[in-house]
């Protein structure tokens, strides 16, 4: 992995850990079915797959 991607997974880890505590306090606030919930679980969603994505193409090549 070079350092371009490491810092970009570093970056996207950050991300994911803010977005969980985000989502966190709006289930807290709202419950876990409330639209803005819903939304920021889907955000979190997409960045996990991003993540994800970094390790898929760890191994090829």
């Known amino acids: 992995m070079n350092m371009q ?10 991300q994911i850990n803010s ?7 709006k289930a807290k606030n709202f419950g876990m079915t409330h639209p803005l919930v819903v939304a920021c679980s889907q955000e979190l ?5 991003q993540y994800q994505g970094f390790h898929q193409y760890e191994y090829v090549g």
């Open 45 to 49: 969603d997409l960045l996990l797959n």
């Open 19 to 25: 977005k969980k505590q985000e989502m966190y306090k």
């Open 5 to 14: 991607t490491l810092g970009k997974k570093n970056v996207t880890l950050k």
